[in-house]
């Protein structure tokens, strides 16, 4: 491995355990990796909003993501989004200290679609009415 690839590689690692610890990254972490790294501020933050796993703010406590990968869209996924949207009083997109709800890429079971996650719980062939015990579960109706 070359070097700049092993600098990298240290980099991504260093970020997962700062995020991993603190759930999102601080703007004084990337300081910190700056001057641990020898890079700008702006080269840290250019690896870290690349990866779309890595948060720059705190996150809520319950993260909701639907996929919307052609074969979950096939599948009325967008039907299945607006009702979580409208039975948890939330718009697509928006966060609050509780709740987010994202739509994303694709998770990688599209034989078991449409496909929802909350945190790392992965629900699949989601109906309204799974939604609603779903939702039950997890605490958020």
Known sequence: MNKINKNKKLLLERLLEIQNKNL???????????????????????????YANFNLEKPSKKIIKLCQSPT?????????????????????????????????????????????TINNNIYTSITEEKIKYILKIEGLI
């Open 24 to 50: 999102f990254i601080r703007e004084s972490d990337i300081n910190m990796l700056a001057r641990e790294f020898q890079k700008s501020p702006a080269e840290i933050y250019d690896t870290v909003s690349f």
């Open 72 to 116: 979950c869209h096939s599948k009325k996924n967008e039907k299945l989004l607006n009702f979580v949207s409208d039975l948890l009083n939330i718009k697509i997109g928006e966060s609050n200290d509780y709740i987010s709800l994202e739509t994303c890429q694709c998770i990688g079971m599209c034989d078991k679609g449409p496909i929802m």
